[in-house]
């Protein structure tokens, strides 16, 4: 099972296919597809202006809507516009319309310039899950149905290492776990320090271990072990075959002190960790080293000794977040090991948004778009995307800018995704994107009006005939190439008749109507029978086709009695017999 939403209306094909990785041979594989072709129809009105991301030059605009069905009384309308997209605020107006046509309007007065309003409509004896719904600005600087997006309406987007906060761009973040080990000895693990789970450092090294990490990146910019002891001769030539030593005793502590002079920048973290084996001077910590810990927040370093274990998350010129776990001498026979884990979050330093698909159009104007980028590292990138997701223009910076779209063919990219990457290498701040908009040429809006089809009784007789009109309008805002008529019966067995194909001529613009004949014979297709019409044209696709397709149910009531035939001779009919009459 499957449901069927907004995007699903018009023309659809189901298919289902058996075996189709083709596993299994077969003597005939020319059997193993079978397809319906459905029109789902809407909840009997569509929104034809302002369109979803519209724009309208006046602040009294003229909501427009069709009603689609076989009903020839009037059908009334419920119409709601408000300033947010659930309809919840005070502001909220509604409306009833009646109307006898295709088409209804609505003049609400006092918008406000550079206002997002939602609209709404519904039959009015529909359910509250039948709204269609619309967006869009007052903005008089843009051309009329123009695509327009800004402030709420970034929501629908898909973004990627992006997001909506507090109305304004950020970058997403990732997170970095680093998890710190300490030991007296014959510990668990070999490493003092493994990030994300997988990246290893400071391999049973001696001393206090320290790993800085870029505060803004989560990159790892050194680690480096320090044994502030003296270390036995046959350590210290171990180290020296292994590349790893910068001395001991004075000679680490002062490698220490420039190390943290030097590496962790304002905001790096940095982690600590101890492993004071091999050692052969006294358990006391000079002052001197406490003291390069104190300035990094430390107040556990007080107190320590080599002989208790600690471990150390801190913050260059933020103390107040330093975290530090300790085990005591006392604890040595049942704690030989610590760790402190820690998960951090940063910023990524660009991240991209798409726009919902924009179109059809018939024929593409002008792209705009207005942003802010304060920084010199900041930069805003613009690509105009096929709707394949094929890239059309992608030469496109800066934050704000203008380009002509005319080099695109509409007639092979009736469709088009805008795409932003924003991105800030240093500070990981986003630049800003207020806003974008496409100007456009729309596209013929066929509507098979559906009265024609109405007028036709719901039963015949078989035998009987009837016809219809099939009126044809184009509420588009260009013309139309010349239309294609269909018409057929399904019948009782679910075969398929074509009664009627006709062209029309080319329709013109917000109203060009003409009309198609129909005659419904009868005598072939007793029973239940569903008739079906629709017109087509060349051209770009139209963007409520639903409205292309009138359906109607017809019963043929099937005569009850055989034929009888009547023998005169002279005016006077010939007795009974039960001869066969040849």
């Given amino acids: 099972s499957f449901s069927l939403d907004e995007a699903a209306i018009g023309t659809n094909t189901f298919r289902a296919t058996t075996d189709p990785a083709n596993e299994y041979e077969e003597v005939n594989e020319t059997n193993n597809t079978a397809e319906r072709t459905q029109v789902v129809f809407d909840a009997g009105v ?4 302002p369109t979803d991301y519209g724009t309208v030059p006046t602040e009294q605009p003229s909501l427009e809507f069709l009603v689609s069905g076989l009903s020839a009384d009037r059908v009334p309308v419920v119409l709601q516009l408000d300033t947010v997209p659930d309809f919840s605020s005070p502001a909220r107006r509604e409306v009833r319309r009646t109307t006898d046509g295709l088409r209804g309007t609505w003049q609400p007065s006092g918008l406000s310039t550079d206002e997002t309003y939602y609209w709404r409509a519904r039959l009015a004896d529909a359910g509250a899950n039948t709204w269609r719904t619309a967006r869009f600005v007052v ?35 990732y997170p970095r776990t680093v998890l710190v080990f300490s030991e007296r000895g014959q510990g668990s693990r070999t490493d003092g320090f493994i990030v994300d789970g997988t990246s290893d450092y400071e391999y049973l090294k001696f001393g206090f271990g320290v790993l800085v990490m870029d505060g803004l990146t989560g990159t790892v910019r050194a680690s480096e072990s320090f044994p502030t002891y003296d270390l036995p001769k046959q350590w210290e030539d171990y180290l020296k075959e292994r590349g790893e030593f910068i001395g001991d005793g004075q000679e680490a502590i002062n490698a220490l002190k420039d190390f943290l002079d030097t590496v962790p920048q304002q905001g790096d973290y940095v982690f600590v960790r101890t492993r004071h084996l091999a050692r052969q001077s006294g358990a006391t910590i000079s002052g001197e080293v406490k003291s390069v810990f104190q300035n990094l927040g430390s107040s556990s370093i007080d107190t320590l000794t080599y002989n208790h274990v600690w471990a150390m998350k801190a913050r260059k010129g933020h103390p107040d977040e330093t975290v530090e776990r300790v085990s005591p001498p006392s604890e040595a026979s049942d704690v030989n090991e610590i760790s402190l884990n820690t998960e951090l979050d940063f910023s990524y330093p660009s991240g991209t948004t798409l726009s919902p698909r924009i179109g059809p159009a018939s024929e593409w104007q002008t792209l705009r778009w207005e942003g802010t980028a304060p920084d010199a590292a900041d930069a805003v990138e613009i690509d105009v995307l096929a709707a394949d997701s094929t890239v059309l223009v992608d030469d496109l910076t800066g934050p704000s800018g203008e380009r002509s779209l005319g080099s695109i063919d509409a007639a092979a990219h009736p469709y088009l995704h805008l795409r932003a990457t924003l991105s800030d290498t240093t500070a990981r701040t986003a630049p800003q994107l207020g806003q974008w908009s496409v100007s456009h040429v729309g596209v013929p809006e066929l509507v098979l009006d559906p009265s024609g089809l109405a007028a036709l009784p719901d039963t015949l007789r078989q035998g009987e005939r009837a016809s219809a009109a099939l009126p044809v309008v184009n509420v588009g805002p260009v013309a139309s190439a010349p239309v294609r008529v269909r018409a057929s019966v399904q019948d009782a067995s679910n075969t398929t008749t074509t009664l009627l194909t006709d062209t029309l001529t080319a329709l013109g613009p917000d109203g060009g109507r003409d009309t198609s004949a129909l005659a419904v014979p009868s005598t072939d297709f007793p029973g239940a029978n569903v008739l079906r019409a629709e017109a087509a044209a060349e051209g770009p696709p139209e963007r409520l086709p639903s409205n292309n397709t009138a359906v109607r149910n017809l019963f043929v009531r099937a005569d009850e009695e055989p034929p009888s035939l009547r023998v005169l001779a002279n005016g006077r009919e010939l007795p009974p017999t039960s001869d066969d009459v040849t």
């Fill in 46 to 49: 569509s929104l034809l202006a």
């Fill in 139 to 173: 903005e008089p600087a843009l051309p009329e149905r123009a695509w327009h997006q800004r402030a709420r309406l970034f929501s629908a987007n898909d973004n990627a290492q992006l997001r909506r906060s507090g109305g304004s761009w950020a970058f997403d973040e």
